[in-house]
């Protein structure tokens, strides 16, 4: 799910929190991934988000959709390792287009990273024998 940005821009928060668990009790077990678009937040709001996301019984706290005007950045994946609840995992989407890229994304505290760019250099670096 995308949260309201317009709500967390209104400090709706509750209604925040309200809404992600309602999401994420129609799951029925399954996963659910909280896409904050961290592109279109101020470092306040994204740390609000993550102590919103970590209360609210989501499993994943994810960067963007990647339809907005910037993907994850190193900087926002390490405040959100920082800021988010031990059990609420991290998904960095967009902006990652290295196989370094990715090495450094998952020390940074990223549990999944969404990106199609990092198969074809993966492939690229095989072919290549450096895999």
Do not use: Q
Request: with cysteine; aromatic share 6%; glycine share 10%.
């Amino acid at each position: 799910m995308v949260i309201n940005i317009g709500w967390l821009k209104d400090k709706r928060y509750d209604e925040l929190l309200d809404e992600i668990k309602a999401v994420k009790k129609a799951c029925g077990g399954k996963l659910l991934k909280v896409i904050i678009e961290t592109c279109l937040l101020t470092d306040e709001e994204k740390i609000k988000m993550c102590e919103i996301v970590s209360a609210s019984g989501a499993d994943y706290i994810k960067t963007s959709t990647g339809f907005s005007t910037g993907g994850a950045t190193k900087a926002d994946v390490k405040l959100f390792a920082e800021n988010v609840a031990p059990h609420l995992k991290i998904k960095a989407a967009g902006g990652i287009s290295s196989v370094a890229d990715a090495e450094e994304f998952i020390k940074l505290g990223a549990s999944r990273l969404g990106t199609s760019r990092i198969v074809k250099a993966v492939k690229n670096e095989a072919a290549d024998g450096k895999y």
